[in-house]
């Protein structure tokens, strides 16, 4: 597939289904790519400079899922990569101190879920990453603007001390 993993889902009622799919044509907006994702987790690439990279397929994203109830997430393939603590306490400590917004860290989060080029260190690091992945609340509730509270982040970088 031409260096592409393309992953599309849909959220029905209380419960999420993931099913892989090539959706190229019907794509309106870009793709991650794997290296921004390692670049960022990796202390290279700066919250803000990823948050500005990453905008439009952000807003498209969630336009899609707001009308559609269903988005889909293209990322380019790269190799496999290990999430770390200290990348899990990125993306965490980046939401907590306001440098890059929640709908952009869900995004990040849900392309490292997704994406078979993601594996985690252990458990705590994956519990991590799917808290901020996890957006099931936010289509149970009604709420365009769900996210786990600050004590809930914080609570989830306490763990990977």
Sequence with gaps: MDGLQTTSFCRQRRSAQFTIADIRPTMQFGRMQH?????????????EILA????????????????TASGHIMISD???????????????EAVANGQLPFDAANYVAECIVLNDHFDFADEA???????VEDDTGRFVAGEDDWRPTRDEILTALALLD
């Design 35 to 47: 290296a921004s994702i390692v670049g960022f987790l990796s202390g290279t690439v700066s919250p």
């Design 52 to 67: 500005t990279e990453i905008a439009a397929e952000v807003a498209a994203f969630r336009a899609s899922l707001k009308a």
């Design 78 to 92: 790269g190799p496999l990569y290990l999430v770390t603590r200290n990348g899990a306490r990125r993306l965490l």
């Design 125 to 131: 690091v994956r519990d991590a990453i799917y808290l």
